[in-house]
């Protein structure tokens, strides 16, 4: 699956304002909205199939009405390849997040195929400074 730039820079944007990058049991990226559009249209660009939940917040005394918050959580594989193509285009505090979360996945024992990922994470480093060209570009040659 081709995912175009644009679409890699938006999710970047998205996930740089609203989005969690958190370790739970396996590195994980969430986020909540009051936009519909904007979680499905994630949920579409990432390709998970994880259902969007949906929570009416209570009314509190005083308070106007909140408005009904859309989140989306997808972990694993999937979130591990979104890191690393975001990862570039994120900040410094964003990409210490991220670094974080998958020193912590890529230690624990018994995860799956790690080594494959690590070197494929280490052709997309190889790949992106040999032709001068963004690691997230890299990273959709390797992984598609």
């Known amino acids: 699956m081709s995912i175009s730039v644009k679409n890699i820079g938006w999710v970047a944007g998205l996930l740089e304002g609203e989005g969690t990058f958190q370790f739970t049991g396996t590195p994980t990226i969430s986020i909540n909205s009051t936009d519909l559009d904007t979680i499905r249209r994630l949920r579409s660009i990432v390709g998970c199939k994880n259902e969007i939940s949906i929570s009416n917040p209570k009314k509190r005394p005083g308070r106007h ?73 890299a990273n959709s040659l390797i992984f598609d």
């Open 65 to 137: 009405n909140h408005s009904i918050l859309y989140r989306l959580s997808f972990g694993s594989s999937l979130a591990v390849q979104w890191m690393m193509t975001i990862y570039s285009l994120m900040s410094i505090r964003r990409k210490e997040q991220i670094q974080a979360q998958l020193r912590i996945w890529i230690e624990m024992p018994g995860q799956g195929k790690k080594s494959d990922l690590i070197n494929k994470i280490n052709r997309v480093r190889n790949l992106s400074r040999m032709n001068s060209i963004p690691s997230f570009q």
